[in-house]
């Protein structure tokens, strides 16, 4: 199965407005003659709207890195799926880590998230990965499987179309320790397993699986030559253009 790679960055809780849209000018540039990969960045929810304007008709996409599950309401300080769409973006990050960490983030609110947004039009980059306690107690696939049945539960063939997932150790965010290639083929190669099974082959087979976790200029072409690596999500270097769009052109 040829599936396109996809290549995103979070930008975090990093960058002002001005700062945003500058970065977004020059990747925008950098990357112009990119074609055959798809090309996605997440800033902060006040960026998205004027990075949408900036990167209009070129080959980046826009994502969010969070959304909610109601269409509108009393919900102060939430951003809906519609809202997203309406600001440009054609994806948004559900369930990342920091977001389990520190803001309460559940299995549940990921199910209810990724729901919506698809229903509404968004695509979505689910986020999963074990804890470092997690992988040295052997418990790493169990806590992958449980992820991945309750953050997609309910969900059909045809929302899972939209779907793409995000494997992400947590003990390789941000910490400059890279899963090996061969750790993360494979972590995907058991998703891809248990969405065989939750699903059915063509889901399976069809569906991106990107791993994230302190991915650089200097170990991309690795994580990419392994089969079932159909991607990277990238934080910390995605910040600087000249590193990320070496990380969009991997080899
Ligand atoms: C992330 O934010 O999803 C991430 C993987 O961060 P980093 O690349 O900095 O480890």
Redesign the pocket.
Known sequence: MNRVSLIAG?W?MYKTVPEAVATAAQLKEAVKDISGREIVIAPPFISLHPVSQVIKGSNINLCSQDVFWEEEGAFTGQISPGMLLSAGCTYTLIG?SERRQYFGETNETVNKKTKKSIDQGLKVIV?IGEALEEREAGKTFSVLEIQISEGLKGLTPVHMDSVVI?Y?PVW????GKTATAAQAEQAHQFIRGKLKEQFDTGVAEKIRILY????KPDNIDQLMAEKNIDGV?????SLKVDSFSRIVKFT
């Open positions: 979070n975090k990342h986020c995000a992400e390789a965010i941000g910490t994230g976790g302190s991915v999500l990238v934080g910390g270097a």
